[in-house]
């Protein structure tokens, strides 16, 4: 199963992807990657996880903030915690 959605988390447009079966698991990438930096582990992980990987702020297919307030830490613990209330196929 793969899947790839879109989420509007704290007032901007999230872009995440959700494969694989069983217990849920998000995985974040690094300041300058996207989620597909994960693409390796699907076929790893795949069999045990449900795996959500997404695009923080300013990243891949979500949507870039002008206000740099908007990359926060507070705001990127808020998202990670958004996406675990999303319906996850």
Do not use: F
């Not at 217990?23 to 693409?39: D, E, V």
């Not at 206000?67 to 808020?78: K, R």
């Amino acid at each position: 199963m793969r899947t790839v959605a879109r989420a509007k988390l704290n007032g901007i447009e999230i872009d995440y992807e959700v494969t694989g079966r069983g217990r849920p698991l998000i995985l974040g990438h690094g300041y300058g990657a996207t989620r597909r930096m994960w693409s390796g582990q699907h076929a790893a992980l795949g069999d045990r996880y449900r795996l959500i990987t997404w695009d923080m702020r300013g990243h891949g297919q979500t949507e870039t903030p002008d206000d740099p307030a908007q990359y926060s830490t507070e705001l990127t613990v808020a998202d990670t915690r958004g996406l675990r209330a999303q319906p996850l196929g």
